[in-house]
T-cell receptor, first 114, second 114 residues
Framework: DAGITQSPRHKVTETGTPVTLRCHQT?????MYWYRQDPGHGLRLIHY???????DKGEVSDGYSVSRSKTEDFLLTLESATSSQTSVYFC?????????????FGEGSRLTVL | QQQVKQSPQSLIVQKGGIPIINCAYE??????FPWYQQFPGKGPALLIA?????SEKKEGRFTISFNKSAKQFSLHIMDSQPGDSATYFC?????????????FGKGTKLSVIP
């Protein structure tokens, strides 16, 4: 299994509070991604990173920010959580090049915003 | 906008049956089509993938059929087993710039009953 660790795995928070989810990899892969998974919507890309300090927006980036100060860590921050951000969040990594479609996913972080 | 349309949303088959999951895409610049399998409580995992220069790819009991002219591809599971019960996602990767962003279908929940 790819070395990907997400933390926390479960979190309950209140509307308006900041939340940070962490993704840590031990594979030294260049690309890292944050997806959210919701019933009826499948997997939707929030943000991705193609290198240290190089990030870009995905399909559903509003209300989220990311940072990548080291190859192995990719942080997802909800500055002020809303109930619509209740979801399961998955981090994924990819080696890039011809393997760009080969994503390795973490176990997920279930976030509930009350 | 949804660029990869997946059907059906859910599927129930008897053990030994051959479930078929279909996906259709709109962007002709896609060059890699992976399928991911997700068990409850786990992250998705790459199952099998195909490139548009071939019409079929088999790996064990899993087969992808690809119809480039119709812009459709499908997953067949031969001799399905209860252990195949999972959610399956098709995806597509654009060629060239943006090739690090996969577009996922909304998923198909497969139940294989004994």
């Amino acid at each position: 299994d790819a070395g990907i660790t997400q933390s926390p795995r479960h979190k309950v928070t209140e509307t308006g509070t900041p939340v940070t989810l962490r993704c840590h990899q031990t594979e030294n892969h260049r690309y890292m991604y944050w997806y959210r998974q919701d019933p009826g919507h499948g997997l939707r890309l929030i943000h991705y990173s193609y290198g240290v300090k190089d990030t870009d927006k995905g399909e559903v980036s509003d209300g989220y920010s990311v940072s990548r100060s080291k190859t192995e860590d990719f942080l997802l921050t909800l500055e002020s959580a809303t109930s619509s951000q209740t979801s399961v969040y998955f981090c994924a990594i990819s080696a890039g090049g011809r393997k760009n479609g080969e994503l390795f996913f973490g176990e997920g972080s279930r976030l509930t915003v009350l | 906008q949804q660029q990869v349309k997946q059907s059906p949303q859910s599927l129930i088959v008897q053990k030994g049956g051959i479930p078929i999951i279909n996906c259709a895409y709109e962007n002709t610049a896609f060059d890699y089509f992976p399928w991911y399998q997700q068990f409850p409580g786990k992250g998705p995992a790459l199952l099998i993938a195909i490139r548009p220069d071939v019409s079929e790819k088999k790996e064990g009991r899993f087969t992808i059929s690809f119809n480039k002219s119709a812009k459709q591809f499908s997953l067949h599971i031969m001799d399905s087993q209860p252990g195949d019960s999972a959610t399956y996602f098709c995806a597509a990767r654009p060629s060239g710039a943006g090739s690090y962003q996969l577009t996922f279908g909304k998923g198909t929940k497969l139940s294989v009953i004994p």
